[in-house]
Nanobody, 126 residues
Framework: QVQLVESGGGLVQAGGSLRLSCAAS????????MGWFRQAPGKEREFVAH????????YYADSVKGRFTISRDNAKNTVYLQMNSLKPQDTAVYYC???????????????????WGQGTQVTVSS
């Protein structure tokens, strides 16, 4: 049974940093590209970042480019999202997800991700 568990969320002041983790079990993470998405109250789930199987190619939403960094440690079956210079508009529940595909076109398409975690809350105060 595939399970993705996000952690590392919390309350942080604007300008601060958080690192989210997504621990995977029931699968070999190196066989999947991974994405991070977020959903704010009353809004649709949106793409944040994507990393390919080996970790040498990444894609970001324009809203987080230069502030967030996605990485992975396949030996630990874990994907990370380092979030710096956080803004109140980054407040959302953050989700990780698996994908069998990876490209700039695929990365932001929510429907192309298969397995999802339960999410972790990130709240940025002004």
């Amino acid at each position: 049974q595939v399970q993705l568990v996000e952690s590392g969320g919390g309350l942080v002041q604007a300008g601060g940093s958080l690192r989210l983790s997504c621990a995977a079990s029931g699968l070999t993470l190196s066989s999947y590209a991974m994405g991070w998405f977020r959903q704010a109250p009353g809004k649709e789930r949106e793409f944040v970042a994507h990393i390919n199987w080996s970790g040498d190619r990444t894609y970001y939403a324009d809203s987080v480019k230069g502030r967030f960094t996605i990485s992975r440690d396949n030996a630990k079956n874990t994907v990370y999202l380092q979030m710096n210079s956080l803004k109140p508009q980054d407040t959302a529940v953050y989700y990780c997800a698996t994908s069998s595909l990876s490209s700039a076109v695929v990365a932001p398409q929510l429907r192309l991700y298969k397995d999802w975690g339960q999410g972790t809350q990130v709240t940025v105060s002004s």
